[in-house]
């Protein structure tokens, strides 16, 4: 591999077009609206502090690896691990990973444009006024007639597919780099501004103490196994996402500060959006157990109630699409990426194919919340078994796997090559990390939930 090898697919235009690009494919629903659920259905403050110990002691060294792992390799995901592992001598077999990490994606795009869909109807409802003056009980109806209608959910659906394939095929730059810049910063404001009403609301200690005060007693195997398999959604790690933004990344930025930065601002957003919506919660008498359902039903009840809420509620979910866009974009570009560099297609048809098959399986999890409702695997419908299936089991192995990779089978020389502006102990942390605290956790977490520990 030469030092002046360059991605075919093109490369970022800067380290900050790579930070915005990598943070587009972090903050997404996984922050705003998954985030806030699974703390209401797992107790709260003892599930967010798991979370955010995995998220320093597993995620960012793991954002480290799959960052530094892609911009060695320039390739998509797949075709990366096979030169890896050629360059440090291991098993071809290492390329499965890749395969891994795009039927992930696959699998989670499905469901993700699905619930992104329900934040592009929202836009609509709040431009036609459709919370104005709601009590909490008619947000929650307006919400639960709209998931019993499997045409709306598809038409939104097909909506949200077709535009994120279409911001695919334009590539690298022309889609991608372009459709993060303003967008984050905005979503950021107006979550800010989502905070200070909910500090007015009534609920807002309540809220707080929710979120913030731990209750171990709560904790279960299976809770620490969601704040885990989260805090990899959550910084979009474990299926090859961020090693093939890595891959269009320039030599000589440094890797370390980059990753701290980006795991910064997810969790940062991630906070706000509990803290913008568990007051409403406890102020409306809403259950914080309430499942998906939890975003759509509390923020609206404060759009409904507030000065210029119909503005800032089309606002706050208009943003939201885009977020969950920028995510999207990035489940699907390993696959993409592949396609068009083993299968010799453009990258449109490329774009075409992995977009009307994800649609397809997208289907399943439509009916999950109508005319499916009732068909259950293991007790789950089919979206809560592609969310446990990927982000629970398929993310943790993928990221187990991506650790040990560069903290075992990468030749430590290329590793701290690829770091190299950084101090000597921050190598040695991060090494440390990588080769033990990384797979140890994520092992004994599974022994745990098996029941084994
Ligand atoms: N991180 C995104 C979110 O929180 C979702 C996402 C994008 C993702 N790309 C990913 C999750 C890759 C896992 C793997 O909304």
Not at 149 to 156: A, D, E, H, I
Not at 217 to 241: I, Q, Y
Not at 280 to 304: D, H, M, R, T, Y
Request: proline letters at 3%.
């Amino acid at each position: 591999m030469t030092e002046t090898k360059k991605s075919i697919h093109g490369e970022w235009s800067s380290r900050f077009a790579f930070i915005l690009a990598a943070t587009g494919s972090a903050v997404g629903l996984g922050n705003i609206w998954k985030f806030p659920y699974i703390t209401g259905e797992n107790g709260g403050g003892a599930f967010v502090i798991i979370y955010l110990v995995c998220i320093l002691a597993i995620g960012i060294p793991i954002m480290m690896a799959e960052t530094l792992m892609g911009r060695r390799g320039r390739q998509s995901p797949i075709n990366t691990m096979k030169d890896l592992a050629k360059e440090a001598g291991a098993d071809e077999n290492w390329h499965l990973l890749g395969w891994l990490g795009v039927i992930a994606g696959f699998l989670i795009l499905s469901y993700y444009s699905v619930i992104a869909g329900w934040a592009g109807a929202y836009v609509l409802k709040s431009v036609t006024g459709s919370f104005f003056d709601g009590s909490a009980a008619e947000i929650k109806s307006l919400f639960d007639s709209f998931i019993a209608s499997p045409l709306q959910l598809m038409f939104w659906h097909t909506l949200f597919m077709a535009v994120t394939m279409y911001v695919v095929s334009q590539g690298v730059k022309g889609g991608i780099e372009r459709a993060v810049r303003f967008l984050m910063p905005s979503l950021f404001f107006i979550l800010i501004l989502m905070v200070g009403y909910a500090m007015s609301s009534g609920g807002y200690e309540q809220g707080l103490e929710f979120l913030f005060y731990p209750d171990f007693s709560e904790v279960t195997g299976e809770s620490v196994l969601t704040a885990m398999g989260h805090a990899f959604f959550t910084l979009s790690l474990g299926m090859g996402a961020i090693m093939v933004y890595g891959s269009y990344l320039p030599k000589g930025i440094s890797i370390g500060k980059t990753a701290i930065l980006i795991a910064g601002a997810d969790t940062a957003v991630a906070l706000l959006a509990g803290i913008a919506i568990f007051p409403i919660v406890f102020a409306n008498g809403l259950e914080p157990s309430s499942g998906p359902g939890l975003l759509f039903q509390s923020l609206p009840i404060a759009f409904g109630n507030m000065g210029g809420g119909f503005i800032f509620g089309t606002l706050f979910f208009i943003l939201l699409v885009f977020a969950a866009l920028s995510s999207s974009i990035s489940l699907i570009e390993p696959a993409v990426a592949w396609l068009v560099e083993n299968r010799n297609m453009s990258r449109e048809m490329a774009c075409l194919w992995s977009g009307v098959i994800t649609w397809l399986v997208g289907l399943g999890t439509v009916f999950s919340f109508n005319i499916g409702s009732e068909f259950k695997i293991f007790d789950k419908t089919i979206f809560d078994l592609l969310d446990y299936l990927t982000a629970n089991l398929m993310l943790p192995i993928g990221g187990f796997c991506i650790a040990v990779f560069a903290g075992w089978i990468m030749k430590a020389e290329h590793t701290r090559e690829e770091l190299a502006p950084s101090a000597a102990w921050h190598y040695a942390l991060w090494k440390f990390l990588v080769c033990f605290v990384s797979p140890a956790a994520v092992f004994f977490v599974f022994l745990n939930v098996i029941g084994i520990l």
